[in-house]
């Protein structure tokens, strides 16, 4: 086998690869003499079909099939013999392939880059940190109790925040628009669930009252044939209920799993949590952190094929989000350009984070990995068994191994960058607002997300 290699543009290479022409004969040979046995042909007896006959009829599709698999297997010959990296599966084109010739074929594909790491005391971390105050208690068991919050039926005409079961219809120049219409429609007032105008007309209504108004959409409301168009609304009111926040018993503690110690044990178990969450934010932000720094001071060639593989990873994850199937993807219609950013930073970080794994000769701390199992099984009530759920999956383990590695990586890296310790609120820092660029805007960084959304739920 003779290999020769050309360097096409950026990562691209092509691979020019020739086998002698009698190996080629001889595997068609062979291939043909083990189909004589099994073919059936009439006027001959089985297993009696002259090679000549067989070759006659069978030849070309046995002599593709043979080029089809000696391309595969010779590539990956050739790429160890030549100690090439390929970043995808190649393109393979037939050259020569008629009879007493050497067959020939090309293999174009990416090559993972070279990868220079960096000096990483050129990154810039922001650490925060903060105390759990009381007030910040106080703030999440108000948060807890109006997530629980239930409703009562109120003998009263409707205020904001109440939840009212009404039944409407909408109009639009005499003709009834059936998407402005509802029986036994549940709502709550004042909190954007429906539009402005609506939402404003039936405040101060009480069960049993009917009225009629006029309500204008907004011009970038979702259904566009309503945008900016005037309906006259009838609405009857069957029942208005107000919101009743549930006290603070042993019923309500043990539905966080607290079931002795009362009032006490319960704010001990909401700070323990609010304690994790803020480690977890402390560390999430960290790690972000330098996984942008990473990509901002490497510069390098990526591989097509891997951005594209990444690119639709992508996609099933945002179509994931939506509770769409996968096979509805070309319907949606979504470019490839609102994930071209994200997919390259996420494939520059993940090879440079690669690089520094094999460069150090890392691997996964046992220590570290046992400490993980911990913490993802604390908040369970048999953490032994989530722990045991674990380690009896090897594809779960490998996850967590790679999030210890990745870990490790953070920190050999936060060893050598400057540190700025950022003391804030518990809320600013679980929000990131402790760490953010003041001025950046907080609205572009979601606006590609916004576009995606809007395209998934008209196509919904």
């Not at 703030?139 to 939840?163: N, P």
């Not at 930073?345 to 993980?372: C, F, P, S, Y």
Request: charged share 30%; glycine share 6%; with cysteine.
């Amino acid at each position: 086998m003779n290999v020769s290699i050309e360097t096409m543009t950026g990562l691209e290479r092509r691979l020019t690869i020739a086998i002698a022409s009698e190996d080629f004969e001889t595997q068609i040979t062979q291939r043909l003499q083990e189909a004589r046995g099994r073919v059936n042909i009439p006027g001959f007896r089985a297993g009696k079909v002259p090679l000549k006959e067989v070759r006659r009829r069978y030849g070309s599709a046995v002599r593709a099939e043979v080029a089809s698999e000696l391309m595969q297997s010779s590539f990956v010959q050739a790429v160890q013999q030549e100690q090439m990296n390929p970043a995808g599966s190649p393109k393979l084109d037939v050259v020569k392939m008629d009879p007493g010739i050497d067959f020939e074929f090309t293999a174009t594909f990416d090559v993972y880059p070279t990868i220079d790491l960096a000096d990483f005391s050129k990154i810039n971390i922001k650490r925060p940190s903060a105390e759990i105050a009381e007030e910040d208690i106080e703030t999440m068991i108000s948060k807890l109790q109006e997530q629980h919050t239930s409703f009562e039926v109120a003998e009263r005409a409707a205020a904001s925040g109440d939840q009212l079961k009404i039944d409407f219809s909408g109009s639009l120049d005499g003709e009834r628009v059936e998407s402005a219409c509802g029986e036994d429609f549940t709502f709550k007032v004042g909190e954007g669930q429906m539009i402005e105008d609506f939402d404003q007309a039936v405040l101060g209504m009480a069960a049993g009252e009917e009225k009629s108004f006029d309500a204008t959409f907004p011009e970038d409301y979702r259904a566009e044939e309503l945008q900016n168009k005037t309906l006259q609304f009838a609405v009857t009111v069957h029942e208005v209920s107000e919101a009743v926040a549930p006290e603070l018993n042993d019923e309500f503690f043990e539905k966080f799993g607290v079931t002795e110690g009362g009032e006490s044990s319960f704010r001990e178990e909401v700070k323990k949590n609010m304690g994790r969450e803020l480690d977890a934010a402390i560390k999430n932000q960290i790690k972000q952190q330098v996984m942008d720094n990473l990509s901002k001071v490497h510069d390098f060639l990526l591989p097509h094929d891997v951005v594209q593989r990444e690119i639709g990873a992508l996609k099933n994850q945002m179509l994931s989000q939506f509770q769409m199937p996968q096979g509805q993807a070309p319907q949606l219609d979504l470019p490839d350009a609102l994930f071209q950013d994200q997919a390259e930073q996420r494939v520059k970080v993940g090879l440079v984070v690669n690089e520094i794994i094999v460069k150090h000769e890392m691997q996964a701390d046992t220590a570290l990995v046992d400490e993980q199992l911990k913490t993802i099984a604390e908040p369970y009530d048999e953490p032994d068994q989530v722990i045991e759920w674990y380690r009896s999956n090897p594809e779960q383990m490998q996850n967590v191994e790679m999030g210890v590695l990745e870990d490790q990586v953070v920190n050999l890296i936060l060893e050598q960058s400057a540190i700025e310790e950022v003391v804030a609120s518990y809320a600013d820092v679980l929000s990131g607002a402790a760490i953010a660029d003041p001025e950046a805007d907080p609205e572009a960084a979601d606006s590609d997300a916004a576009d995606v959304q809007e395209k998934a739920e008209s196509a919904d």
